[in-house]
């Protein structure tokens, strides 16, 4: 059973570095074929897909996200982290990490963490 937890301030000032880390039980992040996702969802809106990090360590961001976005790993410790830069209070949301592959040319997400508050205020 794979497990996820995410982990960092739950409170960010505006102009800052949001700095996350998902910490991964159960499965190593460099298995083949799986790759590690942030995920955030804003009060009242949907899920936005930030970006991910793969098995082989190369990573993927939102086009919108890009210019602010970093997701990086450490292997020794089976965590993945995310930052995102210059933040405003619209960057407010609950942060989740997951673990996802790709079926048939379908995203499939088979494991969440519980996500994490964080608010961006000053």
């Known amino acids: 059973q794979v497990q996820l937890q995410e982990s960092g301030p739950g409170l960010v000032k505006p102009s800052q570095t949001l700095s996350l880390t998902c910490t991964v039980s159960?499965?190593?992040?460099?298995?083949?074929?799986?790759?590690w996702s942030w995920i955030r969802q804003p009060p009242g809106k949907g899920l936005e897909w930030i970006g991910y990090i793969a098995y082989s360590g190369s990573t993927y961001y939102s086009p919108s996200l890009k210019s602010r976005t970093s997701i990086s790993r450490d292997t020794s410790k089976n965590q993945f982290a995310l930052q995102l830069s210059s933040v405003t209070p619209e960057d407010t949301a609950v942060y989740y990490c997951?673990?996802?592959?790709?079926?048939?040319?379908?995203?499939?997400?088979?494991?969440w963490g519980q996500g994490t508050q964080v608010t961006v205020s000053s």
């Open positions: 159960g499965g190593s992040i460099t298995t083949n074929y799986y790759y």
């Open positions: 997951a673990r996802n592959r790709f079926v048939g040319g379908y995203v499939e997400y088979d494991y």
